[in-house]
């Protein structure tokens, strides 16, 4: 297979970078060059004086730019550029050029002047890419090292804002103004090759244990950060250009370099050798095959690959902290179905947190590996009372057992403060439990954490206890896997012995309970620097951090951050989180989204993506049958993607607009649910039915959603006023909440349809003919915009943050 190597030549125009194959080397090297060089194409003959000879074939076509360049270097000295391998320097002894194609590259390396990548955006950061390779914050030369920080975290930036477009398509189709012409100006390999240079020089001068990084920690791990970020995309590039493959390699080392130093220094940052990582994951099927090996080991390293049985000695005691409703009957299960016997509380457990329910105590008929008891303490709790456990080190483990109650309990849990202490096992058996796991691994980020998919099943006894527990099967499999040492890997193989019947059983692997032997699910509801956007999408890992609070009277006021979009912390990202995994809990709960490709409903589809402007707006975004708007101006966006790699073949995106940030996060649930589902139908994803067919029947199923999403304890107040504000923003009617609220009926509930179902849709079309006919003709209009978020006003309403 020939050896493929990278042409470098300086030139007062800068950079050229031409790729090639080695056709022979030493002695052959000048005989193969002569008989190449009546063949079509351009051959190169490149001497040492004490070294090997190569004969080099380019890869055509060649810009005439660069064509210009070798021949003008034609007897001076090049670098010759093998991946992997530290640059050899050639003299261009002979340069032999017939019959090939040269072309204009429609790329950087024709450019004669700078190219604006944030032209025409108002206030925006600015971006050059300029004519060698490099960003910079000025058409002029680019700086190097830690003086390119504004220019790379701009560029990381600019590059998170684009999920489907690489370095190939600088420019990608406007969705505000598809009449414009596609820009064609890309990034050429040679020219990646010196972005490459660009990103490397930045991490060596921001590395760990430098001057820079003790001088300004957080600023040089940015750095570094950002120098990672467009890493990535260089090795992403590669899959839409293989001329990239040589530079894509080379990068993935540069990643795997930072990898190694990125750990046991103080001053390093877990957080960001973990995302580089997961981007290394993300790009495997650009990396050759030994960097994919090396790349899935470091991911299970990321791992806790099983308890840590030594540390754990003498009794193990676990906590069982379940809803009154099910603490009876999961007790008499322990002991009918699992033959655990009831002791006496022993004199040193704690006494029960909760006060009004104390411990009742159960000892396994297993032990531990060192064969001392293991012992189950059962408790009823409340969403306020319910992680208590985590703070203290009797405990090794815990199993939460309740009703999610549509999201209302999740949130009371994650609002109590509770320090870890001591290693944990904490098992969630709930109703869709992986749409609230970045809280709890926010919360708890120590703990090995096992979430719940699906809901979680139970039966009921003719005496109304509980007489069956999916979350006890699951939970005593579990603790028989520890008893015997079993790994992560191992307890999930006990787990989905023990789960009972899902939907998602078709998916291989699938358990009910998801744990850390699942590192592409964890990656996906994660989100280490709390900036709103999961891990597994986060293309840029920004620890220049601000926190935003809510301000819950001025929710649809826009306000100036005065940070970046990527910096956003605090309750406001943590809304954005929330948000994202309410649309699952509406897809998994209401029949009107069964349509989705795939039954792409069930699998979690719905993440957080992050927060955009109009200064860095979302990119790639498929609008299918939209109105035009200006992306960058809505008050939220999903970018919906079809892949293979998704369960289900879907992959959304749930961003939200920086400037709104400070809005309630009721209200982000409101907006980002509505803007799912309205893109869902623009793009066919949703459909099904006469009603779901007309305007008029998809805008009163977005009112039978956001009426789903307000059903949580509040004052009626403070819900109805979110319910106009989400009115006005997607310009509907004045429509009753109270008549919307009568369509989910408690035979909706019954049959898990608790965000409206297509009876409900049926039921509310006809109310509103019925009773209220002008709302029901103002619902059926033919005007586009109606039931789509209105662009922000940003002059008129914004104010700076401070």
Known sequence: MPTEVIVRIRSPRGIVDLPGTVDAVGPAASSAFEERKSTPGIHLLAAATSDSDYAISLQAPVPAESLTALREHEGDAVLVIFPGRTPVRRRLQAVSVSTVEVVPDPGVASQAAPLDLTAGREGAAPLWLLPVGVFSTSPALGPDGAAARDALVTAARWISSRRTSTFTQLFPPSAFHPEEPVRKERLSAGRGMALLDQARAAIEVAAVGGEEAKRDPVGAATLRSAAVTVLSHLI???????????????????????????????????????????????????????????????????????????????PWSFAICSASEFHEGECRILVSKYGFKQIPVPPEAPPSPSGWSPYRAFEAPFKTPAGEPIRVFARTATPRDENLE????????????????????????????????????????????????FAI????????????????????????????????????????????????????????????????????????????????????????????????????????????????????????????????????????????????????????????AGHSELYYVFQSGGFYSHREPPHDVPTG??????????????????????????????????????????????????????????????????????????????????????????????????????????????????????????????????YGSRRGLGQLLAALEKSDPVTFEQLGTDDPLVGRLAELDLEAGERPVG
């Open 236 to 314: 992403a590039t590669s899959l839409d250009d293989r001329g990239f493959a040589p530079v894509a390699e080379r990068a993935a080392e540069e990643i795997f370099a930072l990898i190694e130093k990125e750990a046991g220094d103080e001053a390093a940052r877990p957080a960001l050798r973990a995302h580089a990582i997961h981007l290394l994951q993300l790009r495997a099927p650009a990396l050759t095959a030994a960097q994919q090996e090396r790349a899935r080991g470091l991911v299970r390293g990321l791992l806790r690959e099983a308890p840590p049985y030594d540390e754990l000695t003498g």
């Open 625 to 754: 049958k939209a109105a035009q708007q200006d992306l960058g101006r809505l008050p939220a966006v999903t970018r919906y993607q079809e892949t293979k790699d998704a369960l289900g073949g879907l992959s959304v995106e749930v961003m939200f607009h920086s400037h709104l940030s400070h809005a309630a996060q009721e209200l982000k649930r409101l907006l980002c649910a509505a803007d799912a589902m309205r893109r869902a139908f623009d793009l066919g994803y949703l459909s099904g039915g006469e009603a779901l067919s007309t305007p008029r029947g998809q805008r009163c199923a977005m009112l039978l959603t956001m009426a789903g999403l307000l059903e949580f304890p509040a004052d009626q107040n403070f819900i109805d006023g979110l319910w106009s504000m989400a009115l006005k923003a997607l310009r509907l009617p004045e429509v009753s909440r109270s008549a919307v609220r009568a369509c989910i009926t408690d035979e909706d509930h019954e049959m898990s349809n608790y």
């Open 441 to 596: 691994s926010q919360v708890f980020p120590d703990a090995d954490i096992y979430s719940s998919w699906d809901s979680t099943y139970f039966r009921v006894g003719s005496d109304g206890a509980v007489s069956s527990s999916e979350g006890i099967d699951c939970f005593v499999a579990a603790l028989r896997g520890m008893s015997e040492r079993a790994s992560h890997a191992e307890l999930d193989a006990r787990i989905r012995q023990a789960q009972w019947h899902h939907p998602q059983a078709q998916v291989p692997g699938f358990s009910q309970f998801v744990g850390p032997s699942h590192p592409l699910v964890v990656a996906r509801y994660s989100d280490v620097n709390r900036d709103g956007r999961a891990d597994y999408y986060d293309g840029f890992l920004d620890f220049q951090l601000t926190e935003i609070a809510e301000d819950i009277d001025a929710s649809m006021t826009p306000r100036d951050p005065g940070v970046s979009a990527s910096q956003i912390s605090g309750d406001a990202a943590a809304g954005l989180n929330w948000a994202a995994g309410s649309i699952n809990r509406v897809a998994q709960y209401s029949d009107i989204w069964a349509g989705l």
């Open 390 to 437: 985590m703070g203290m080190t009797f405990f090794v483990g815990l199993l939460i057992n309740r009703h999610a109650q549509l999201g209302a309990f999740d949130l009371r849990a994650a609002a109590v403060k509770v320090r870890q202490e001591g290693y944990k096992l904490m098992m969630n058996s709930q109703c869709a439990g992986l749409t609230t796991r």
